[in-house]
């Protein structure tokens, strides 16, 4: 096992490393940008070093300057957590080129993962089903009017690099394939560097279910389940639980196979989670793979009793998995709500600021991981999650039950968030029956003005 890792990240997820390797007396370097200078991890680590100003190019996603940080530190490995240099093959090549494990999959694993026509096409090798699509990348719109013909309307057009929603649009004709190409390419460009796209049909009223895999360096994978994050804007999910109360025995299976099969072709090792959209009739379609941590990884802890991260951490290390298959149980329900700094009432405008108070939820069953507090100030240049609350109750009707009345006393006074709006989402007939899609959150919205406004006060927050 690491004796000194280095947490390239920052906010909950460099907290929640943090504590996982306290547990396993591993001790931490955290590094950070001056905007972060206050935040709660700084408090846990062993150590900080920080690495430059509040823009990311300067200071998260500089590799020399946490190269830099981890050789002066003298640890053994870094952790990369999610988004900034998670997903970057170049970034885990540099560390192992200097001596230092990179937290994560293999270099290649990621690359060829991270590039999505490609891992297409590994999926199609691995016998996994795919959404009917363009076969490899489009380079023109005169190819791209006649996939899209070929295919039938409507079809999403993807940016083969990257993620997050960003290089994607949906097309329902050719005047609409065209324009949606052309900002999907120039946006794709700007984010990642890389304007390539594919075309997808897009799947009318379609779940995102997605499946926890974990795999070590000696050819064993396992999977831990699924999570439905169907409850989505723009493909930013708001709300994960698991396990998905849509899926049939048998649908489970087959696509908890499909996972594992897809991560053993591609030698995968480490935590990583393979998404699928499933459509009305059950039918499931390979989307992509992350090869890192989730964000919403927490939602399997919950009902697998996995500690995730430490066994990140176990499996980087050189150890065996722990577990076999048939070790996993999936046992409860488990719903995570993304508590934002953002307003859905101005279209999710991110809400930086002071937060001039920070009561969580507590009680039974319920978890939060956050990295704010009472006198937080929230920077403008990162992503706005404040937190993540979770509950895990033996049924569904429980957890929301739970998860109603965590919200209820969640109090953030400062900025607005987008508790009232999860709870008045979580009161919806069509969620409660488990009849939503990936669209359910725009037909919501676009029904009735969002009550998620004004600052996030529990139950003295009007919800009408």
Known sequence: MFRRILVANRGEIAQRIIRACRELNIETVAVYSQADADSLHLRMADETICIGPAASGASYLDIPSIISAAEIADVEAIHPGYGFLAENAHFAEVCRSCKIEFIGPDSKTIEDLGNKARAREMAIAAKVPVVPGSDGPVRDEATAAKVAQEIGYPVMIKASSGGGGRGMRVASNEPSLLH?????????????????????????????????ILGDRHGNVIHLGERDCSVQRRHQKLIEESPSPILSPKQRKEMCAAAVRLAKSSNYHNAGTVEFLVDGDGHFYFIEVNARIQVEHTVTELVTGVDLIQEQLRVASGETLRYRQKDIQVRGHAIECRINAEDPAMDFQPQPGLITSFVPPGGPAVRIDSHCYSGYRIPPNYDSMIGKLLVHRPTREEAIRTMMRALDEFVIEGPKTTIPLQREVLEQGEFQKAEHDTKFLERFLSAAAPRASGPSAGVAEPRA
């Open 180 to 212: 949606g190409m052309r900002a999907a390419q120039a946006e794709a460009k700007a984010a990642f560097g890389d304007d390539t796209v594919y075309l997808e049909k897009f799947v009318e009223k379609g779940r995102h279910v997605e499946i926890q």
